[in-house]
């Protein structure tokens, strides 16, 4: 077991024990997730995609790695940080934490005080990082220097599909594809979870699964029920070819996001997206719906977010954070626009938020 050291853009330090594959020298964003479980799902969301993930559950590893669980085709996060990792055996059929990020070239610490950081990170904001060993720390620290902010990074080419597909197939012990669907939605992947997909096979909708460099004319020519926006790593504002695909579909057919999605439908709405200082990351968010008044808890995962004021006459607020009042949730009638900030696929984190899923379907043609 050899010493490492996260270093902050704001030059704060933290030392731990490197565990999973060897340390690369590679700069991310280093962000806090508040979940308990979940931390395969977490690792293999493609919204983390350029972002050092800190857990901040005291243990990690306790049940293993189940691969064909996972959201995406590998771990998308850059580095794991956290506190005590299990070293135990897992049930058969699974990979300990550790075995999983060396087989994934994903490096990791374990040690660090996890509660001092994500204290940091609350009161100094999400910043960039590097992990590296005493002896590299002059080229770790040249690198974090000048390595650029998440705002001048578009992420997305590196998460997206390459190529269409219909009905794509999510793996073994996955929801197979509807043969006989009710609706057909056309849904873009700017580093989508499995989990989204999974949800509209089992509500009985066929899905075309779209590159993000998608046009608005490529989608109403196959004339589906919706578009739909996926989730995704980065800041929106730089994703003017996804806010010309959402403003060239909407009034023609419905349009429907979930996280980056969402924020993309902000965009094209003509509203305005902000980054937030340490963001949501967890499966404890409590959301409440406007037009019911009803609170329930969902699993969140974005460092930016529409800004009420500039939403135009016409959009409403549908949900709001119970924590900060921030909007997890816009729509508009007339424009046949729905979205939402949050995750309601919940994987990880609880099903409260499942029923969005039966909601995007009755409000498609």
């Given at each position: 077991m050899k010493k490492a050291?996260?270093?902050?853009?704001?030059?704060?330090?933290?030392?731990?024990?490197?565990?999973?594959?060897?340390?690369?020298?590679?700069?991310?964003?280093?962000?806090?997730?508040?979940?308990?479980?979940?931390?395969?799902?977490?690792?293999?969301?493609?919204?983390?995609?350029?972002?050092?993930v800190v857990l901040t559950s005291p243990m990690i590893g306790n049940y293993g790695i189940t691969v064909k669980d996972g959201e995406s085709s590998g771990v998308k996060s850059t580095a794991l940080i956290i506190?005590?990792?299990?070293?135990?055996?897992?049930?058969?059929?699974?990979?300990?934490?550790?075995?999983?990020?060396?087989?994934?070239?994903?490096?990791?610490?374990?040690?660090?005080?996890?509660?001092a950081l994500t204290i940091h990170l609350r009161e100094n904001g999400s910043q960039n990082g590097i992990l590296f060993y005493e002896e590299e720390r002059k080229e770790a620290e040249e690198k974090l220097d000048s390595y650029p902010e998440i705002t001048e990074i578009d992420l997305i080419d590196q998460v997206t599909v390459k190529e269409n597909t219909y009905n794509p197939e999510l793996g073994e012990g996955r929801t197979l594809p509807p043969s006989n669907p009710d609706k057909h939605f056309a849904l873009v992947d700017y580093g989508l979870k499995k989990s989204i997909i999974e949800n509209f096979y089992k509500r009985n909708i066929a899905?075309?699964?779209?590159?993000?460099?998608?046009?608005?004319?490529?989608?109403?020519?196959?004339?589906?029920?919706?578009?739909?926006?996926?989730?995704?790593?980065g800041d929106p504002a730089l994703l003017k070819d996804a806010v010309a695909l959402a403003k060239g579909c909407i009034g023609k057919i419905p349009v429907e996001g979930i996280c980056l999605g969402h924020q993309i439908i902000t965009l094209a709405l003509g509203g305005k997206t902000v980054k937030m200082k340490f963001g949501h990351h967890g499966s404890n968010q409590p959301v409440k719906d406007m037009d019911t008044g009803k609170t329930f808890v969902t699993a969140q995962n974005h460092g930016f977010m529409?800004?009420?004021?500039?939403?135009?006459?016409?959009?409403?607020?549908w949900m709001r954070n119970a924590n900060d009042n921030t909007v997890e949730g816009l729509y508009d009638e007339k424009k046949r626009v729905y979205s939402v900030q949050f995750h309601p696929e919940a994987a990880p984190g609880?099903?409260?938020?499942?029923?969005?899923?039966?909601?995007?379907k009755e409000k498609a043609n």
């Open positions: 050291i996260l270093k902050l853009k704001d030059g704060k330090e933290f030392e731990g024990i490197a565990f999973g594959a060897p340390i690369n020298l590679e700069c991310s964003e280093v962000v806090f997730n508040t979940g308990t479980p979940g931390y395969e799902e977490i690792l293999t969301d493609p919204s983390y995609k350029g972002q050092i506190k005590k990792l299990y070293r135990g055996t897992v049930m058969p059929g699974r990979l300990t934490l550790d075995e999983y990020l060396k087989k994934e070239g994903i490096p990791a610490l374990e040690g660090v005080d996890t509660r899905v075309t699964l779209m590159k993000a460099t998608t046009r608005a004319d490529e989608v109403l020519e196959i004339n589906p029920d919706c578009l739909f926006l996926s989730n995704g790593p529409s800004d009420e004021e500039s939403l135009p006459e016409g959009v409403k607020v609880p099903e409260d938020a499942l029923w969005i899923f039966d909601y995007f």
